[in-house]
């Protein structure tokens, strides 16, 4: 834990709750890690206080902070930048200071698409993406499923009105130029076509442990060189990546998400090129009471 000074310089993660964020264990790990003399902090914030929160952030001198639930939406009318990666997904959880402004970025994105270009080296062009789920977290995956070059991009809803939404939503930008969007009843012929199928729902996370967005007789269509990836890091593995290896499909949880979209925000806060990835993934892995062997 970094000694905390009278010149000790200031980050933290804003949110309404954010208790439960494990940001602050991930940034400090890191932070000691690199002996620098920075402290990352949980700000709980109401949506009506945000405003001066972020005024009051200026006024102390905050370097910079992450973005959750509900403010990643609210905070972008409060910055004097957004870059446009996090401008055409309408979300940022990253701001930092800049010549006394704040500028707002999305990492989310690059933390999604880590572990497929650092795992699995591909040509993506000729690949078809099954995105389960319209929400916010399927909107950085429909980014970063363009940036890797998908041929095409199909994102699954419940919700004709709401997929209807997400699918304007992205207005005529480039990032949706492959974009379909589908109900969920589509998935008996999307699956067999898949060559990445990703969870962005919250079904099976814990403590529904024993759910998934798919039936076995839904899962049993996938191709058995599939990428599934579930962006929920508790469990690990959850019951859709379970069912997803008994079809052969190469598993990714969401952990390795959690912790590379952390790591770009602290090379943003910190200005370098590299941070300890290992450490923060290690201090995750320890708090969610992993052992050494599973790792
Ligand atoms: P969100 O904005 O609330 O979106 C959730 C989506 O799931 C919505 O499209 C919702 O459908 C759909 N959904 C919820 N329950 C469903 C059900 N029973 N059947 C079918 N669809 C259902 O949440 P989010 O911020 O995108 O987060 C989604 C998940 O991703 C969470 O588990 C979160 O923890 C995880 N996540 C992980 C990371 C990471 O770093 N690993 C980052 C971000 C998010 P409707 O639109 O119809 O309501």
Redesign the pocket.
Known sequence: MTKVTGTTKLLGVIGHPVEHSLSPLMHNAALAQLGLDYVYLPFPIEPENLAVAIAGFAAIGVMGFSVT?PHKQAIMPLLAEITPLAQAIGAVNTVTRKDNQWVGTNT?IE?FIAPLQTTYQQDWSQKVAVI???????R?VVAGCHQLGFAKIHVV???QQ?LTDFRESWGNSPLAENLQIHT?DALVNLIPQANLLVN????G?YPQVDES?LSTAEMINLPGDAIAYD???IPQPTQFLQQAEKQGAIAID??E??VQ?GAAALKIWLQQETVPVDVMRQALRHHLGLTVAEL
Request: net charge positive; charged share 10%.
């Open positions: 639930i989310d933390g389960l789920g319209n929400g916010g977290a399927a950085a809803g419940r919700n709401r969920w962005t729902t919250p079904i996370m967005p962006l929920i890091y969401g952990l998400m959690l979209q």
